[in-house]
């Protein structure tokens, strides 16, 4: 079973609308939840964090977790072309862990 | 905005040579991390250090890896005889502490190894 999973997509939107992109994670015992956004041959730049059950947003970002799920989510409002790119679920495990491990990433095409 | 900063941004070398990569955390940092991604995969954790040791490693991170903090602000990678299949692209990345759950890590640029 893979430890964080995506759909690799892609996924398309028209500029303007809302695009959601999904995770989900097999550790239970996972901590805090990171989505990071990666231009193409570039590092991976955090974008959000979340650690609690429900909603946190962040200007045109929301991102969403549910423990019980085991499912975390980003919602990217207003799309705008420079927003296509992989976006990248991360994991920080139990407490005492240092890894932080990602999933495939799911690509976004937001057409203009 | 501190950065994390990498270097070479490019590496060339020939299988079964050693290589270092240099990395120079932010300052205020204490926690320190090498990930690799290798081309079309998704980012790897190899290992983390902390107060000069190694906190966790990846079972990627084997013998031929090992890492350095040579003096207060470079973090280095080294692999001792490269092996095609270590081309990748290798990130650097460094928080502030490491074991909070609030904590993100912050990426440098990256280095593009190639192993010809």
């Known amino acids: 079973q893979k430890e964080v999973e995506q759909n690799s997509g892609p996924l398309s939107v028209p500029e303007g609308a809302i695009a959601s992109l999904n995770c989900t994670y097999s550790?239970?015992?996972?901590?805090?939840f990171f989505w990071y956004r990666q231009y193409s041959g570039k590092s991976p730049e955090l974008i959000m964090f979340?650690?609690?059950?429900g909603d946190k947003e962040d200007g045109r970002f929301t991102a969403q977790l549910n423990k019980a799920s085991q499912y975390v989510s980003l919602l990217i409002r207003d799309s705008q072309p420079s927003d296509s790119a992989t976006y990248l679920c991360?994991?920080?495990?139990?407490?005492?862990?240092?890894?932080?491990?990602f999933g495939a990433g799911t690509r976004l095409f937001v057409k203009a | 905005e501190p950065e994390v900063t990498q270097t070479p941004s490019h590496q060339v070398t020939q299988m079964g040579q050693e290589v270092i990569l240099r990395c120079v955390p932010i300052?205020?940092?204490?926690?320190f991390y090498w990930y690799r991604q290798i081309l079309g995969q998704k980012v790897e954790f190899l290992v983390s250090?902390?107060?000069?040791?190694?906190?966790?490693k990846s079972e990627i991170f084997d013998d031929q890896f090992s890492v350095e903090r040579p003096d207060g602000s470079n973090f280095t990678l080294k692999i001792r005889s490269t092996k095609l299949e270590d081309s990748a692209m290798y990130f650097c990345?460094?928080?502030?502490?490491?074991?909070?759950?609030?904590?993100?890590?912050?990426f440098g640029d990256g280095t593009r190894l190639s192993i010809l």
């Open positions: 990345a460094s928080s502030v502490r490491g074991q909070g759950i609030m904590e993100p890590q912050h």
């Open positions: 550790d239970r015992g996972s901590q805090s």
């Open positions: 979340i650690y609690s059950n």
């Open positions: 991360a994991v920080k495990g139990r407490t005492g862990g240092f890894k932080t491990i």
């Open positions: 300052s205020n940092h204490l926690y």
């Open positions: 250090f902390y107060n000069n040791e190694i906190s966790e």
